[in-house]
């Protein structure tokens, strides 16, 4: 079972036209299929569940609340079977990260003297050029690998907007036709 969600509260300021809440379904949806099968080897996935967060790469610390950054989260399982709250831990990691514009694993390696009172000592999340994804439930350097998967995936599905657009245009490499 999976499910889906926004968790904007309030009116957020225009964010990425690219890499939105779209895009950014579509970037977990190319994953599931490799991440549920990941998820039946124990070894990945003692728990069974995951939780994605992922941020809008045109919001950061500066322009929003973290809460308006979010462009969705995405439950893997049943949530009433949960055994920890899987979907807190990913937003920690999650925030960590677009806070921190660093992935939780080099934060907590690298730079353990950013870290503030009541931030996650988990990792598994990602920072791509500007795209914060936390996951979590798996072993926390598969929750890593996850997280830079979907990442990428967005940055690609944005770089194909973005290409298409141009194309619209008639703009090629900076040259119009």
Known sequence: MTSSTSSSTSAAPPGSHFADREAARRAIDLMLPSIESAMRDSAV???????????????????ASFEQAVLIE?????RSRWDADYAAFARAKARLAWRERCDSRGLQANRPQRLRPGDSLLWGSAWLDGI???VSGAEPWFDEAFAHAIAALLRAIA???????????????????
């Open 45 to 63: 996935c003692g728990s069974g569940f995951l939780y994605i967060v992922v941020t809008d790469p045109a919001l950061g610390p500066d322009d």
């Open 132 to 134: 914060a994804v936390g």
């Open 74 to 78: 995405h439950a893997i399982g049943d």
């Open 159 to 177: 770089t194909q907007r973005h290409a298409d657009a141009l194309a619209a245009i008639g703009w090629y490499a900076g040259v119009a036709r």
